[in-house]
């Protein structure tokens, strides 16, 4: 299996960057980000305690988002690897995830962070507001909490995979089709190392 974690701030292009990515390489997408959003307009009791912490911009507990994945992930074992989009987003759910991964007989292969400042962030997020009509996407101050989120309880994910040496960082900006070619050498590289080992 080749798992890619797919890394980086809200608005960093993750979602667009796995589109791309599967079509590529054929890889499995779970997106907590939309497995939330499915349970939130679902309008069940969990879905309203979920809607509260995302409308706000905070994250949502580990245990309930794990509980997604791990179901997710059981059910697709045959799977060629997976693209694994808004998870690990505290360095509890990284450390998890490699339980579960070993459980399979699978681990991560790379952690591969898309790189953009701040203030393209927040510009790509008001942007993406007009069309998502996603209520976190509409409101500066929500925006500026979710960065503040990532850059307090997120960035610090990337120094548990730099210690396994997993860690690899792209720059987010520029066209997508250049920001697809940069994923695109760093997949082959980890690659040809992991087929080299
Ligand atoms: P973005 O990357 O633009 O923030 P996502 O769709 O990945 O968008 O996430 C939207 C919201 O869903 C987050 O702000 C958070 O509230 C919640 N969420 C998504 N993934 C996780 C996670 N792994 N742990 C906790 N909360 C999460």
Redesign the pocket.
Known sequence: MFNLVIFGP??SG??TQSEYIIKKYGLMHL????L??AEKNSGSELGNRIKE??DA????P?EM?EEMVKKHVMLNRNAAGFIF??????TA?AEWLDNLLACIGESVTLMLTLDVDDDELRTR?LERGKISGRA?DQNVSIINN?IAVYHKQTQPVINFYAAQDKYVSVNGVGSLDKVFDRICRAMDNAQQLELAM
Request: glycine fraction near 18%; charged fraction near 30%; charge should be neutral.
């Open positions: 809200p608005g993750k979602g997106s907590t980000g939309d939330l959003r912490l995302i911009g905070n994250l949502v580990d988002v989009d808004g998870f690990p987003r505290t759910q997020i976190d979710r």
